[in-house]
C-alpha cells in the first residue's frame, strides 16, 4: 500500500474516519485530521489490525469506540479545558467561583444562591446603604457586589425572550439524537459563480424521477450523496447570512467560499471569510471556473493564506477543492468533503420532538395566503400542528417540500414550505410547534407587544461616546471594529495602531478590513457583531446610511489617521472633545467636464439631492472613495454666478485648486454643526 489519506482509508475499510483517527491514536499514530496522508507503514499496520478480527467483532468494536472511547476522551478534554481555566483564574483572583445572576433577583432568592441567610443579605445591603426587605428585588449590580463578597463572580443572565420563557422546550434524550444533515450557505465575490454552482449541484443531484415534478425554489433545497442528504441554502451570498444571524438565527453548519480560479480573491471573498469567521462556522473553499485556460488555482491558495486559510495540501486545515460549475467537474468531491467535515462536527438532532426552526422566507400569495419556507432545526413538524413564529400564529394546513412533493412531516434540516400562518414572519424568526392553539395566539400577542414597546425603546449600539462608561461599567471587554478604507496601506496601518491601544481593561478587535466604501452589508456586520465601523477616505452609500441610522451603528470618518487614532484613545478615556457633526447639505453628479482656460475644469452637474451652496464645503467623491476635500471655487447657473442651485437643476461647479474632475464623481456638499456632549 502507498501513501494513503486517513478518509481514504476509511472508506476502503468501511468505517468512519473518525473511527479510524481514533484507532490511530491508540496505536500511537499522531494525526492531524481525516486529510492527513498516511506512509504505507502505518496504512498497513492499522488495516492488518482491523481485518485481523473477524466482521461482527469490528462492527461490535466500532460501536464501542463510537459509544464509549469518545465520551472518555472529551471528559478528557473537558477536565483539561477546565483546569486550564482554573489555573488562570487563580492567577488572577483565588478560588473565586462563577454564578450566573439574572437583571434582577429577590433577595431571599439571592440569599438561597449564596447559601447564607437572607438577614445576612439585608445586613450586608445595609451596609451598602440599601435598606430592602426579604421579598424586595434587588437590579445586578447590586447582587454582584454582595455576591462577591461571599466569593463568587457574577455574570449576568441573558435576558429570556418570550418563548423560552413560555416554552418548555422537551429534553433530549441521548438515545433520540440522531444525525441530521449538515446546512451549507454558499458565499463569495459576485461574479465567482455562487448562483452557477448552487444550479449545479441542484441539476446534477436532484433527478427528475426523485422530484416528481419540477424542482421548487423555496430557498433551500437537499440532495442525496451516498446515500446522505445536505441542505442548501439557496440564497447565496454573505449578506443573507449576515441578515439570519442578526435575527438570532444561526443555522448554517458549514459555509462554501468560492473563488474564481481566474479572478483570485476580491474585496466580497474577504468580507465572506470575515462573516463566517465571525459566525464561528467551518469553511470549505470552493475554487471555481478551474476548466479556464486562464485558472490559477495555486494563487487562489497562495491569496487565501493571508486571510489566515491555508490549504491542507499545503499543511493547513482549509479544504480547498478545484470545481467547474460548467462542466460539473469535481462537484462530487466537493459534496464528499461537505460530508465529511460534517462527520466531523457530528451534527445531531431530536426528530422524535416538537419542532423548532428558523423561517428562511416568507410572503404573502395570492391564492395560497402566507407561505413561509422553514428550516427545522430540531424536532419534526406535522400537518396539524399548532405554530408561532414571531408575530405570526397558525395551524399548519400544508406543506411542500423542495420537489414540489406535498408532505405530511419534516425533521431535522429539512427545508419545507408551509401554510397556515397568520400573517408573513421575517427571515430569521424562529418558528415552535406548540402543544395547543391557545398557547400559540398568546406568544404572538405578546411578541406583537413587545415589538411595539421595542418600537419605543431603541436599542443601543456600541458607540465612541458612551465607550468609556461602559468600560467603567466593565460592560464591555472588547472593542469590535471595521475599518474600510481607500487603499490596503491605510487598513495595515489604522488596524495595527488601533489595536495597540488595547490595554488590561479592553482589547481592541478589528473583526472586518476592506478597501471601497462602507456597505449595506458592513453595517450588517456591526449590527450583528455590535461594532463601531471606522472609515478613512471612504463613504457610506445610502443604504449603508440608511441602515446604520435605523440600527445606530456608530460610523466614524476621517481623512486624517492621526485623528482616528486620537478619537479613539479620548473615548477609552473619557475625554472625547466636543463633537462637529457634519451635515450633508445636498449632492450633485458630475454628467461633463469643461476645460476653461485660465479657470481651470469645471464640472457640469446635476444636483441630485438637497441643495449645493457656494459657501458649502466639498467633496469629491468617487465609487464611494473620497478623492478630494475641499471648497467651491465658482458656482453657475448658466452663465451667472449662482449662491445656491437646488436639487433637479443643473450647474457649473468648479473646485478649489482642483482640477481632476471626472464624470460620474458625486460632489458632496456639507456644512459642520458642533453637537453638545
Ligand atoms: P454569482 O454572482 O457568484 O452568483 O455568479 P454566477 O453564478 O452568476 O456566475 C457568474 C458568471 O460566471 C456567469 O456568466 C456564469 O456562467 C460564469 N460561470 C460560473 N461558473 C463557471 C465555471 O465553472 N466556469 C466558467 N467558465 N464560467 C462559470
Given amino acids: 500500500m502507498s501513501k494513503v489519506r486517513v478518509y481514504e482509508l476509511a472508506k476502503q475499510l468501511n468505517i468512519t474516519s473518525k473511527a479510524l483517527i481514533q484507532q490511530l491514536e491508540d496505536l500511537g499514530i499522531d494525526i492531524k485530521n481525516h486529510m492527513s496522508t498516511l506512509d504505507s507503514e502505518q496504512a ?36 483539561n479545558k477546565k483546569s486550564i481555566n482554573n489555573v488562570q483564574e487563580s492567577h488572577i483572583e483565588d478560588d473565586y467561583k462563577e454564578m450566573l ?60 425572550s418570550i418563548e ?22 454558499v458565499m ?25 415534478g419540477i424542482t421548487q425554489h423555496i430557498g433551500a433545497y437537499t440532495v442525496q450523496v451516498h446515500g446522505e442528504k445536505i441542505t442548501f441554502l439557496d440564497t447565496p451570498g454573505h449578506e443573507a447570512f449576515t441578515s439570519m444571524r442578526l435575527r438570532g438565527a444561526s443555522i448554517t453548519d458549514i459555509a462554501i467560499l468560492v473563488v474564481a480560479a481566474d479572478d483570485g480573491v476580491m474585496p466580497q471573498t474577504v468580507e465572506a471569510i470575515n462573516h463566517a469567521k465571525a459566525a464561528d462556522v467551518p469553511i470549505i473553499v470552493a475554487i471555481n471556473k478551474i476548466d479556464k485556460s486562464t485558472a490559477a488555482p495555486d494563487r487562489v491558495k497562495q491569496e487565501l ?68 419556507t422553514l428550516l ?49 414572519p421575517s427571515a430569521g424568526d ?45 460592560e464591555i471587554k472588547e472593542i469590535n471594529i471595521i475599518i474600510k478604507a481607500d487603499v490596503q496601506g491605510s487598513i495595515e496601518a489604522l488596524k495595527q495602531s488601533l489595536e495597540k491601544l488595547s490595554n488590561e481593561e479592553v482589547r481592541i478587535n478589528t473583526i472586518h478590513t476592506g478597501v471601497g466604501g462602507i456597505s449595506e452589508s458592513d453595517v450588517m456586520l456591526a449590527t450583528a457583531s455590535n461594532a463601531i465601523i471606522i472609515g478613512f477616505n471612504v463613504r457610506p452609500d445610502n443604504n449603508a446610511i440608511t441602515i446604520a441610522e435605523k440600527e445606530e451603528v456608530d460610523i466614524r470618518l476621517y481623512r486624517v489617521i492621526y485623528n482616528a487614532i486620537e478619537d479613539m484613545e479620548d473615548a477609552m478615556k473619557g475625554m472625547l472633545e466636543p463633537e462637529y457633526k457634519e451635515v450633508v447639505v445636498g449632492k450633485a453628479e ?24 457656494r459657501n458649502n464645503q466639498v467633496r469629491i467623491v468617487r465609487d464611494g472613495i473620497v478623492v478630494h476635500e475641499g471648497t467651491i471655487s465658482s458656482l453657475k447657473r448658466f452663465k451667472d454666478d449662482a449662491r445656491e442651485v437646488l436639487s433637479g437643476f443643473e450647474c457649473g461647479i468648479g473646485i478649489e485648486r482642483y482640477n481632476d474632475l471626472k464624470e460620474g464623481d458625486i460632489i458632496e456638499a456639507f456644512t459642520m454643526e458642533e453637537i453638545p456632549r
Avoid at 165 to 182: A, F, G, M, S, T
Avoid at 200 to 205: G, S
Avoid at 355 to 366: C, D
Fill in 188 to 212: 463569495g465575490h459576485v461574479d465567482h459563480g455562487k448562483t452557477s454552482l448552487l444550479d449545479a449541484i441542484r441539476e446534477t443531484k436532484v433527478t427528475a424521477k426523485e422530484a416528481g
Fill in 430 to 474: 424562529t418558528l415552535y410547534v406548540l402543544k395547543d392553539d391557545k398557547l400559540a395566539r398568546t406568544i404572538a400577542e405578546k411578541n406583537k407587544e413587545a415589538f411595539r414597546e421595542q418600537n419605543l425603546v431603541k436599542t443601543h449600539r456600541l458607540s465612541l461616546d458612551d465607550l468609556f462608561s461602559k468600560i467603567q461599567e466593565g
Fill in 101 to 160: 445572576l439574572p437583571s434582577s433577583i429577590r433577595v431571599g432568592e439571592l440569599a438561597d444562591n449564596l447559601s447564607t441567610s437572607a438577614t445576612e443579605i439585608i445586613k450586608k445591603l445595609m451596609s451598602l446603604g440599601k435598606m430592602v426587605t426579604i421579598n424586595q428585588e434587588i437590579d445586578f449590580d447590586t447582587a454582584s457586589l454582595i455576591a462577591e463578597e461571599y466569593g463568587y463572580i457574577a455574570t449576568k443572565e441573558k435576558e429570556k
Fill in 305 to 372: 493564506t493571508e486571510y489566515g486559510l491555508i490549504a491542507e495540501e499545503w499543511g493547513g486545515d482549509t479544504i480547498c477543492v478545484p470545481v467547474s460549475a460548467l462542466t460539473g467537474e469535481g462537484i462530487d468531491n466537493l459534496l464528499e468533503m461537505i460530508l465529511l467535515v460534517s462527520e466531523m462536527l457530528e451534527l445531531k438532532a431530536n426528530p422524535k420532538k416538537r419542532a423548532r426552526g428558523s423561517i428562511i422566507e416568507a410572503e404573502l400569495n395570492k391564492g395560497r395566503g402566507t407561505v413561509a
Fill in 376 to 424: 427545522v432545526e430540531t424536532g419534526t413538524i406535522r400537518v396539524g400542528d399548532s405554530i408561532v413564529a414571531g408575530t405570526a400564529y397558525g395551524k399548519v394546513r400544508a406543506m411542500v417540500d423542495d420537489k414540489g412533493k406535498r408532505v405530511k412531516k419534516a425533521g431535522p434540516s429539512m427545508p419545507v414550505e408551509i401554510i397556515g400562518l397568520s400573517e408573513v
Fill in 590 to 613: 458630475i454628467r461633463q467636464t469643461f476645460k476653461v482656460p485660465n479657470i481651470g475644469t469645471i464640472g457640469g452637474s446635476y444636483v441630485i439631492e438637497g441643495k449645493i451652496n
Fill in 164 to 185: 423560552e420563557e413560555l416554552i418548555v422546550e422537551e429534553e433530549d434524550r441521548p438515545e433520540d439524537l440522531v444525525k441530521r444533515p449538515p446546512v451549507i450557505t
Fill in 44 to 79: 498497513n499496520l492499522v488495516t492488518d489490525l482491523l481485518t485481523e478480527e473477524d466482521t461482527e467483532k469490528k462492527e461490535k468494536e466500532e460501536k464501542t469506540i463510537k459509544k464509549d472511547k469518545k465520551p472518555e476522551k472529551k471528559q478528557i478534554k473537558k477536565e
